[in-house]
């Protein structure tokens, strides 16, 4: 079964420095990968996606993430925080069935100080 | 604004009431779902629906029940709440056959079961 690990449940950031939340995954086949954000009492939101073409994938609002198949890894990254990044995010992957079943990780909080 | 509505938005339980959570998109999504969210164990599915008229068990669908009459409508029920169903409740569609990824999240609905 695929799995996916967040391995920090809490990262603060001070403005304007880099965002590192890292991520590793469990698949037996080639996997399909995500990251989410979820805002303070909003749902989730889709913030990037890998779907086997380029290892490095660009989202939203300046972050990216890379995937490293021989780290079974897909940390996502931000070159400077801003104090609207302020969310939790998940690592998500999707069912070897395909489709749209995902699943997520325990979540990542990320705080941003001034 | 297109996308997903869920009601109510909070609500106190006694155990052993029976409650449905109301969920309507108006995106034509053919699937959606149902999550619950629980601190430290990320988003787990419960339910899922490919398209009006079909349902399947996620990963935690026991002492739920959830319906699809129509393409815009995915009410999930408690039969009988239990302590354990507090949870924050999200209900999410996507294109089924369209394999992104990508779900449209509501804003989630908090349930409280004393």
């Known amino acids: 079964a695929q799995s996916v690990t967040q391995l920090d449940s809490h990262v603060s950031v001070s403005e304007g420095t880099p965002v590192l939340l890292r991520c590793n995954y469990s698949?037996?086949?080639?996997?399909?990968l995500f990251w989410y954000v979820q805002h303070p009492n909003k749902g989730l939101q889709l913030l990037l996606k890998?779907?086997?073409?380029?290892?490095l994938v660009k989202g939203i609002n300046g972050f990216e993430a890379e995937f490293k198949k021989s780290e079974t890894s897909f940390h996502l990254t931000k070159p400077s925080a801003h104090m609207s990044d302020a969310a939790e995010y998940f690592c998500?992957?999707?069912?070897?069935?395909?489709?749209?079943?995902?699943?997520f990780g325990t979540g990542t909080q990320l705080k941003v100080e001034l | 604004i297109a996308g997903i509505t869920q009601a109510p938005t909070s609500q106190i339980l006694a155990a052993g009431r029976r409650m449905t959570l109301r969920c309507t998109q108006d995106?034509?999504?053919?699937?959606m779902y149902w999550y619950r969210q629980d601190l430290g164990l990320g988003l787990r599915l419960i339910h899922y629906?490919?398209?009006?008229?079909?349902?399947g068990k996620g990963e935690v669908p026991d002492g739920y029940s959830v319906s699809r009459a129509n393409t815009d409508d995915f009410p999930l029920t408690l039969a009988s709440a239990v302590p354990s169903q507090t949870s924050v409740y999200f209900c999410?569609?996507?294109?089924?056959?369209?394999?992104?990824?990508?779900?449209?999240f509501g804003e989630g609905s908090r349930l409280t079961v004393l």
């Open positions: 999410a569609s996507s294109e089924a056959g369209v394999n992104t990824g990508e779900l449209f």
């Open positions: 890998y779907t086997s073409a380029a290892t």
């Open positions: 998500v992957v999707r069912g070897k069935g395909g489709g749209n079943k995902l699943t």
């Open positions: 995106m034509r999504h053919n699937a």
């Open positions: 629906s490919n398209t009006a008229g079909t349902t």
């Open positions: 698949s037996s086949y080639s996997p399909s």
